[in-house]
């Protein structure tokens, strides 16, 4: 088995453990090049989770700071090694496909159905999983997406922080 | 473009250069060599990946700073991804977004290198005097403003339990007392390498490439003939499409402590000691916050200013010693370490300002069971630095977690969080003691953070023990030099910079002196 059949299949078989579902075991043949479709549905579907109580109440500003988060995390990527680029990939792709349509109950439901609450649970057992690379998926994905929303000066007002200007 | 800067990015063709000394990598190795050898009258090649920003390009905002001056966006990790390590990426280095400390080699250190590898840095050895040009070169005072509040609770909680503190020296001159120091200094007040040595360098005749990659060594018997080295793209990434050779005399590798060893992986050069990227050292650093009821704006102020040595040096041989310093404090930095989710993290971050922020750098590398990590190679031939956390090196985390809980309710928190992300916040050191005490210390649950990447090409006087001589010269191959953090045999339980500064100086004049006979 290969590195990336391995964490995919890990990944698989955590969110079946940790989600109590008895899903079969699908073949994970997903691919390690971008797609932004993919990405931009797993990042609406778990930024307004992860910022819930960051977000202004606003809906419109609200979608305004999210759209803004999401470019910010599609100009950051290429920074990031090559390897770390395609686990990204990876996991997008599955969430955005194969994992999405495992329930926290085991009904088939997509990712984007499920409830705010119901998301940061999905993310908080991947934290507290037994597995390593769910763990990994966990703090990779905090990271970049708190760092790409706390990076915009947009979105500073309620930190009482202001970059100094020189020039 | 000029004639003493180019941008390998801007290369339409392939291209090869001659030149006496050519020096890979920017930092305060190589930034230091650049001088030292062009004052001697070297031609001097000076290689960087990173960009040539300066003082007009930093931009004092995280998302310019972390993707443009940092290895990986400042999100590079170990191999489990257990440990983030800021390190440098562009011309001068870390030393253009580091936060200034300047601390000589501590003694204890020089005595376990001379025991465990033989270098003996005494008598004409002695590192004194380098030290003393480095701090004159670079202006390395004692800091005479008043501490900024992150740094002053350091200080209150060490005189409220009687601990040891020390005012850092730093090397600055006209500093405005920003705190931006990581995103590269806006005012050149910091004496990076980018601020001094390089342009000292350049001005007399050393030439710099920025935006190059060096992929490989060539080496024949007991010399390397060539290197070869690629542009690299607007992000950093290795380009294949151009090929750049550079033949010298002598060959200076100084790409950094991760970076190094990697070149040399790649280069296969002889490593009979089988000691070549291996026991590379990070001051594994924890983290523990505690909220005021006052405005502490850690993002205010010179970032580094105290320090307690209160315990890196402990009695008990079997603990791990570790040094307790602050961060500065900027959201993206704070966001990305701070633990929960949802509104127990915007919470947080709601208080931002009311944030004091202590860490513990433990000092690796001192004892059988930290014997650090190993520089890997991945499938595209960058390096990947595996890590493992021992126990040894987990008890003296939830020690120092202890000491920073301690410290911070002594200083007059209202509550604590260690960065871990089983803890929660505390409202008592009692309670804080006791729930730290339970903490599961286990990588991806306790935060794990390096500033500070030593090793993995070290210096030992017996070839079997090292991969470099005292001198930096490598054991095996006759023109080559490792010249920066690579070749230190141990972390060194305090800021490395102006060790590296000094090693290099007296390194420098080894090899001058060496080449006028």
Redesign the interface.
Known sequence: MDRRNFILTGIALGAVASLGSGLAIWSWQHSVTPDSNNRDLVLSALLP??????LPQDATLAAIELERTKT?IS??L???????QQELNQLFNLLANRLSQLGLTGHVISLTKLS?SQR?QL??QW?DSYL?LL??AY??L???L??A?????EH?Q????T????? | MNNTHLDASQFTQDQQFDTDIVIIGSGAGGGIAAEQLARAGFNILLLEEGAYYSR?DFV????WA??NLYQ??A?R?TR??AI?ILQGRTVGGSTTVNWTTSIRTPQPTLDYWHSEFGLNFTGDNDLTPYFSQAEKRLNIHQWPVAPNANNAKLQQGCEALGWQYTVISRNVNGCAN?G?CGMGC??NAKQSMLASTIPAAVALGARLISRISVRRLHWQGDSITALEAVPVDQ???PRSDISIRIKAKHYIVAAGAIGSPALLLRSKVPDPSGRLGKHTYLHPTVISGALFDENING?SGAPQSIYSDQFVWPQQSDTAGFKLEVPPL???L???KLIG???????L??Q??QLQVTIALLRDGFHPQSQGGTVQL???Q?P?LDYPISDYLWQGMRNALLAMAQLQFAAGAKQVLPIH?DATLYSSWAEAKAAIQQLPMQ??RQTVVSAHVMGGCNMSADATKGVVDQNGRHHQLQNLSVFDGSILPTSLGANPQLTIYALVWRNCQRLISMFKY
């Open positions: 989770a992860l910022l819930y109580g960051a910010a100009d950051f290429p920074f990031l090694p090559l390897r770390q705010l940061l993310l908080n934290r390593a763990q990994q703090h990779g905090r990271e970049l708190y760092g929303y706390y990076g915009q000066s500073w309620t930190l009482g922080y970059a100094p200007r020189f020039r | 007009d004092m905002q995280e998302r972390y993707p990986e966006g999100a990790k489990d991804q983030g920003l931006y806006p005012i992000h950093f990434q993002h900027h959201p993206v704070m966001a990305t989710t949802g509104e127990a993290h915007a919470a971050m709601q931002f300002n991945d499938s595209a960058q990947l992300h990588k991806l």
